[in-house]
Nanobody, 122 residues
Framework: QVQLVESGGGLVQAGGSLRLSCAVF????????MGWFRQAPGKEREFVAA??????YYASSVKGRFTISRDNAKNTLYLQMNSLKPEDTAVYYC?????????????????WGQGTQVTVSS
């Protein structure tokens, strides 16, 4: 069983930065594709960023502002978020895909964290 625990969310002003972390327990972290998704009130959960064995992927809305990274020695995934906008406000979820060459498709992710709230004030 794989458990994912997010942290680092909070309230920040527009233009500010936050760094999300996701600690992963169980499974084989280094071979999993890891992703970040978000869900705003009244909206569907959407892809934000992913990092696989060989590639990184970003939603067009965050490209150039967000950076996904992983520390395989610490079994931890990160999302550095800069130049935050009010429209980035959402619950952010960490997810794991057993396929090392996974990508952006939400339904392909096998394990999910509980989420962490990010609120960006204008």
């Amino acid at each position: 069983q794989v458990q994912l625990v997010e942290s680092g969310g909070g309230l920040v002003q527009a233009g500010g930065s936050l760094r999300l972390s996701c600690a992963v327990f169980g499974g084989t972290f280094r071979t999993q594709t890891m992703g970040w998704f978000r869900q705003a009130p009244g909206k569907e959960r959407e892809f934000v960023a992913a990092i696989s064995w060989s590639s990184t992927y970003y939603a067009s809305s965050v490209k150039g502002r967000f950076t996904i990274s992983r520390d395989n020695a610490k079994n931890t995934l990160y999302l550095q978020m800069n130049s935050l906008k009010p429209e980035d406000t959402a619950v952010y979820y960490c997810a794991a895909d057993s396929n090392p060459l996974g990508g952006t498709v939400l339904l392909e992710y096998d394990y999910w964290g509980q989420g962490t709230q990010v609120t960006v004030s204008s």
